[in-house]
């Protein structure tokens, strides 16, 4: 492995680093965007049980919010609530999409980073393929000659960072690509989780109970 990096010269440095960098993203990405970390399947249901009678305390509403990023999102709605039992439809649901908002800023995390690594690690190939260019010119002696070892070590420089170019971005992009359409279902599925956690929340504010009443006084 030391010999072939030797062959591609010092480009070949910038884009082990960029695989570096690239697999660390992709590992903390895997890890953080299990869906048992950002949208549990059953939270939903969860909390419209626990809250069927009446809300919860404020430790209750604090581990939901550290559960998960759907539980930061419920949570948010549970405190508006707690906090302003007059509080009106729209400022509830301002109050639950800024919190979703936030929430998929979050599992966005270094998904830019990663899809610059996977746009970059081409170009960083194409440098380092010039670089071998010019070695590979430059073996030509000015008196005709050519200097084989030069010409040799010019195309390992160009064609080793090339291919090591492609190796980096072709991975790098497929998962971007995948981490993409994962932010995407799981923002989705907060997005209707909140929706049906809003009319549900209506019934302990002030006018929601006020309304209840009357119509059973009705």
Same mark, same amino acid.
């Given at each position: 492995?030391?010999?072939?990096?030797?062959?591609?010269?010092?480009?070949?440095?910038?884009?082990?680093?960029?695989?570096?960098?690239?697999?660390?993203?992709?590992?903390?990405?895997? /890890?953080?965007?299990?869906?048992?970390?950002?949208?549990?399947?059953?939270?939903?249901?969860?909390?419209?049980?626990?809250?069927?009678? $009446?809300?919860?305390?404020?430790?209750? @509403?604090?581990?939901?919010?550290?559960? $998960?990023?759907?539980?930061?999102?419920?949570?948010?709605?549970? !405190?508006?609530?707690?906090?302003?039992?007059?509080?009106?439809?729209?400022?509830?649901?301002?109050?639950?999409?800024?919190?979703?908002?936030?929430?998929?800023? !979050?599992?966005?995390? /270094?998904?830019?980073?990663?899809?610059?690594?996977?746009?970059?690690?081409?170009?960083?190939?194409?440098?380092?393929? @010039?670089?071998?260019?010019?070695?590979?010119?430059?073996?030509?002696?000015?008196?005709?000659?050519?200097?084989?070892?030069?010409?040799?070590?010019?195309?390992?420089?160009?064609? /080793?960072?090339?291919?090591?170019?492609?190796?980096?971005?072709?991975?790098?992009?497929?998962?971007?690509?995948?981490? !993409?359409?994962?932010?995407?279902?799981?923002?989705?599925?907060?997005?209707?989780?909140?929706?049906?956690?809003?009319?549900?929340?209506?019934?302990?504010?002030?006018?929601?109970?006020?309304?209840?009443?009357?119509?059973?006084?009705?």
């Amino acid at each position: 492995m030391f010999s072939i990096i030797q062959a591609a010269g010092w480009p070949i440095w910038l884009l082990i680093a960029c695989s570096i960098v690239a697999l660390a993203l992709i590992l903390e990405r895997l /890890y953080q965007l299990r869906r048992v970390r950002v949208a549990p399947p059953s939270l939903l249901d969860e909390v419209l049980g626990v809250t069927r009678t $009446s809300l919860p305390s404020a430790d209750v @509403v604090g581990k939901l919010a550290e559960n $998960s990023a759907l539980g930061y999102v419920l949570a948010a709605g549970l !405190r508006s609530v707690i906090a302003e039992p007059r509080i009106s439809e729209d400022a509830l649901r301002q109050s639950i999409e800024n919190a979703g908002r936030e929430a998929v800023h !979050r599992t966005e995390r /270094y998904l830019n980073a990663l899809g610059t690594i996977a746009a970059a690690a081409p170009l960083l190939g194409l440098f380092g393929t @010039v670089i071998g260019m010019i070695e590979i010119f430059g073996a030509q002696g000015a008196d005709g000659t050519t200097n084989p070892q030069q010409l040799a070590h010019g195309i390992s420089i160009a064609l /080793y960072n090339t291919a090591f170019g492609l190796i980096v971005a072709i991975p790098s992009l497929m998962f971007y690509r995948y981490f !993409r359409g994962l932010v995407d279902s799981f923002q989705l599925s907060m997005e209707l989780a909140a929706a049906r956690l809003l009319p549900h929340l209506l019934r302990f504010t002030v006018r929601g109970a006020s309304g209840g009443n009357g119509a059973t006084g009705a």
